[in-house]
C-alpha cells in the first residue's frame, strides 16, 4: 500500500546558536496537494525545508520523506526534486553541462526521465549550451527549477521558485505544477507572492516565530463561503439574507456586509438582495490569501 | 564523483593555464640556457635527464608545492564557493563519496602536475641539450637508461609529496568557508616548512612535517635511495591523517553551518 502522505515533519526543532529558528513545527503533506508554506521573513521556513531535505540536522523532532527518515544524503531524496535558498551552478559550464553532471552525481544515467518537460518548462533555448556564468537571474531560475523537475520526482520541494520570473513564466510554473500534483507529486513550495500561492495551492502552513500558527486546507484557511458585499440599505440585506437557507451568519465589518454561507454561491446570495430590493454595488467572493495571512501574523504578534 | 570532479575542475581556464605556466617556465628555462649546451652552463646543461633533474630541484618543494596548494584548496571549496554542495547533498552524494571523489581528484591532479613537468622538461633538454648520459660534477656518470629510472622514480616520490599538502590544502577547503582561506593557509605552512627545515635546532618539529623529506629523491641520481621509505611513509601518514580529520569533522557538523 502506497502511504499517502509524502512529506512529514513531527516536531521539528533548530538553533543556531542560541537563536532558534524553528520550535516544534509539525505539518504533512500528502500526494496530489500543493502546500504552500507562508510566513514572514525569518519566521523559519528555510530552515524548515532544509531540514526536510537533510541540509540541517534538528535538534528534535522527525522527519520523513516518502515514508523514509530525512537525512543528509539519504537515498530518498532521488525521488525529491529541491530548489533551495536559490540557484546555484558550476559557472563555467553550460547549464546543460550542469544538468547532466547534477543528475550524474546521483549516480544515473543520463538522461533523466523528465529532461524534456523540464526542459520545455525552462525555455532556455540555445542559452541551454552557453556558460552558465553569462545567465540572467531569471535563467538561473529556470535552470534550478529544471534541475529540480528533471528526475520525475514524487515529491518536491521549493523555496521561493517564482523569484527573478516574468509573468508568462510564473503561469507556466503553475500549470506544470498543477500537472505534476495531478499526476500524484506533493508540492511544498514557500513563496511571498501570496497571490501566486492562493491560485495555486491546496494547502498552507503558516509559520511566525519559528513555529506553525495554522495548517490545513486552503478552503478552510480562507473560510469557504464568506463573503463581502458592498450594499446600499445594510439592514435591509441583513434581513434578506438571515432567511436564506444555510447562512450561519450575517454581519458589518466598516460599511461592508459579512456573510458566511457554505454551499451557498454568490450568485444564490446576491439574488436574494436583489429580491429584497437591494442595491448591490460589489461583492467579493471571499477573503484574499494576504488578509488572512497577515492577520494571523499580526494575531500571533500580539499574543506574544 | 571523480569524472565529475574532472569535468568541473582541471578542464576549466584556471588549472588549464597552470598547467600552462608550468610547461612555460621549464620551456623559458630550456631556450635561455640553450646557448651554454654541453655543461657550460653547469650540470643542468649537459643533458635532457641533467636538465630534468635540475627542473626537479628548482621546483621542489615550494614551486610544485604551490602549484598542489592551489589546485587542492580549489577542488576542496569550490562546491562551497558556487553553493553548489547543497545541490550535490540532494542529488544524493553522501559526504564519504563526495570526500573521496576530490581526494581521487587531487590525486590525478598530482600525477598530471609531475608528468607535465617532466615531460615538457625531458622533450626540451632533448632538443636543447640532446640526449646523453646523466653527468654528475667531479664523479663517475650515470647512464641514459639508469637516469631515465630514476627520473621517474623521482616523478613517483615527487607525487607522493605532493599528496601530502595537497591533502592539507584539499582539508582545509572542505573545512573553511572559502578555497580563497584554504589556499592562504596552505601557502602559510608550505613555506612556513620550507623556513623551519632550515633551523637544525627545530629537529623534533621538523622530524613531523611532510615537506623535510621532499628533497630526498635527489639520492636516486646518486645511485642511491636511501630515506625514501621513511619520506614516503610520512607523507602518507600525514594524507592519511588529515583526511581522516577533515572528514571527521565534516562528518559531525552541521551540512548548513
Not at chain 1, 9 to 21: D, E, I, V
Not at chain 1, 278 to 298: D, H, K, P, T
Not at chain 2, 13 to 25: H, K, Q
Request: charged share 15%; aromatic share 6%; proline share 3%.
Amino acid at each position: 500500500m502506497i502511504d499517502t502522505v509524502a512529506v512529514a515533519a513531527h516536531g521539528l526543532s533548530k538553533s543556531y546558536g542560541r537563536r532558534r529558528a524553528i520550535e516544534g513545527v509539525s505539518f504533512e503533506v500528502e500526494r496530489g496537494q500543493i502546500c504552500g508554506l507562508l510566513g514572514p521573513n525569518g519566521a523559519g521556513k528555510t530552515t524548515t525545508m532544509r531540514v526536510l531535505v537533510g541540509l540541517s540536522r534538528p535538534d528534535g523532532g522527525t522527519a520523513r520523506l516518502l515514508g523514509e527518515p530525512s537525512r543528509l544524503a539519504a537515498e530518498v531524496l532521488a525521488r525529491v526534486g529541491v530548489a533551495i535558498d536559490g540557484p546555484a551552478f558550476i559557472p563555467h559550464l553550460s547549464g546543460r553541462r550542469n544538468l547532466e553532471l547534477a543528475w550524474r552525481a546521483g549516480s544515473r544515467r543520463w538522461p533523466p526521465p523528465a529532461l524534456d518537460a523540464s526542459l520545455e518548462l525552462a525555455g532556455l533555448g540555445e542559452a541551454l549550451d552557453r556558460k552558465v556564468k553569462g545567465y540572467s537571474m531569471g535563467m538561473r531560475q529556470r535552470l534550478m527549477l529544471a534541475q529540480a523537475f528533471m528526475g520525475a520526482p514524487e515529491v518536491l520541494i521549493l523555496d521561493e521558485p517564482a523569484n527573478g520570473l516574468d509573468p508568462g513564466e510564473v503561469r507556466a510554473l503553475r500549470q506544470h505544477l498543477r500537472r505534476l500534483a495531478a499526476g500524484g507529486a506533493a508540492i511544498l513550495i514557500s513563496s511571498h507572492l501570496l497571490a501566486e500561492i492562493e491560485l495555486l495551492a491546496t494547502h498552507c502552513v503558516v509559520m511566525n516565530e519559528g513555529a506553525v500558527i495554522t495548517a490545513g486546507s486552503l478552503e478552510d484557511l480562507l473560510g469557504a463561503g464568506a463573503y463581502e458585499f458592498d450594499v446600499d440599505d445594510a439592514h435591509r440585506a441583513e434581513q434578506a439574507l438571515a432567511a436564506v437557507d444555510g447562512v450561519e451568519s450575517v454581519g458589518t465589518h466598516g460599511e461592508q456586509l459579512v456573510v458566511s454561507a457554505p454551499g451557498r454561491t454568490v450568485t444564490e446570495l446576491n439574488q436574494a438582495l436583489v429580491m429584497a430590493g437591494v442595491g448591490v454595488g460589489a461583492v467579493r467572493s471571499r477573503r484574499s490569501l494576504e488578509e488572512v495571512f497577515l492577520g494571523l501574523v499580526e494575531r500571533n504578534n500580539a499574543a506574544d | 564523483m571523480l569524472l565529475i570532479e574532472l569535468s568541473t575542475q582541471l578542464r576549466r581556464m584556471r588549472s588549464l593555464l597552470l598547467f600552462g605556466a608550468l610547461a612555460g617556465i621549464v620551456v623559458i628555462a630550456g631556450v635561455t640556457e640553450a646557448s651554454k649546451a654541453g655543461g657550460r652552463g653547469g650540470p643542468a646543461t649537459f643533458s635532457a635527464l641533467n636538465f630534468t633533474e635540475a627542473g626537479l630541484n628548482f621546483m621542489d618543494p615550494v614551486l610544485f608545492g604551490l602549484v598542489i596548494a592551489m589546485l587542492g584548496s580549489i577542488i576542496g571549496g569550490s562546491d562551497r564557493d558556487w553553493g553548489t554542495l547543497r545541490y550535490l547533498y540532494v542529488r544524493p552524494v553522501s559526504r564519504a563519496r563526495l570526500v573521496a571523489g576530490k581526494w581521487w581528484a587531487l590525486m590525478v591532479s598530482c600525477v598530471l602536475t609531475v608528468a607535465v613537468f617532466l615531460g615538457v622538461a625531458l622533450l626540451t633538454g632533448l632538443v636543447v641539450f640532446g640526449w646523453h648520459p646523466f653527468h654528475r660534477s667531479g664523479s663517475s656518470h650515470l647512464s641514459a637508461l639508469a637516469a631515465t629510472g630514476a627520473v621517474l622514480e623521482a616523478g613517483g616520490y615527487v607525487i607522493v609529496c605532493l599528496l601530502s599538502v595537497g591533502s592539507i590544502a584539499l582539508a582545509l577547503g572542505l573545512l573553511l568557508p572559502r578555497s580563497a582561506e584554504a589556499l592562504g593557509i596552505s601557502l602559510a605552512f608550505l613555506v612556513g616548512s620550507a623556513v623551519l627545515d632550515n633551523v637544525r635546532s627545530l629537529h623534533a618539529i621538523i622530524a613531523v612535517l611532510p615537506v623535510h623529506y621532499w628533497l630526498r629523491w635527489t639520492s636516486l641520481f646518486q645511485g642511491g635511495g636511501g630515506g625514501l621509505a621513511l619520506g614516503l611513509a610520512v607523507q602518507a601518514a600525514t594524507a592519511a591523517v588529515v583526511m581522516a580529520t577533515a572528514y571527521a569533522i565534516l562528518a559531525r557538523r552541521d551540512p548548513a553551518a
